[in-house]
């Protein structure tokens, strides 16, 4: 129903930036919403931040507000995460999911599709 293409990951220093990109294609259904989460080796998947797909409404994990910035482009069909002074603590693999309806959710078994997932590592 929906596929999603991440890019953007790789190594960054601690208090540098990146922006993770993902792109969705192969949508049937007018209502989505989009969650970014991340996990370390051996550690529960996390939750960072989710989005509808329409609106404005948003949701952040507390540990990230502010640091972290969930958008999108309409036209490209495309979802990213800004990521602002980063920390070796970031260092995880990074994954965007999607699901239907326009219920913000934290909790990963209601994300139906998800991406790739793309090394993020923060260095000291």
């Known amino acids: 129903q929906v596929q999603l293409v991440e890019s953007g990951g790789g190594l960054v220093q601690a208090g540098g930036s990146l922006r993770l990109s993902c792109a969705a294609s192969?949508?049937?259904?007018?209502?989505?919403?989009m969650g970014w989460f991340r996990q370390a080796p051996g550690k529960e998947r996390e939750f960072i931040a989710g989005?509808?797909?329409?609106?404005?409404?948003?949701y952040y994990a507390d540990s990230k507000r502010g640091r972290f910035t969930i958008s999108r482009d309409n036209a490209k069909n495309t979802a990213y995460l800004q990521m602002n002074s980063l920390k070796p603590d970031d260092t995880a693999v990074y994954y965007c999911?999607?699901?239907?309806?326009?219920?913000?959710?934290?909790?990963?078994?209601?994300?139906?599709?998800w991406g790739q997932g793309t090394q993020v590592t923060v260095s000291s």
């Open positions: 999911a999607a699901k239907t309806g326009t219920i913000i959710s934290t909790t990963q078994d209601r994300y139906g599709y």
């Open positions: 192969g949508r049937t259904v007018s209502e989505y919403v």
């Open positions: 989005m509808r797909w329409s609106g404005s409404s948003t």
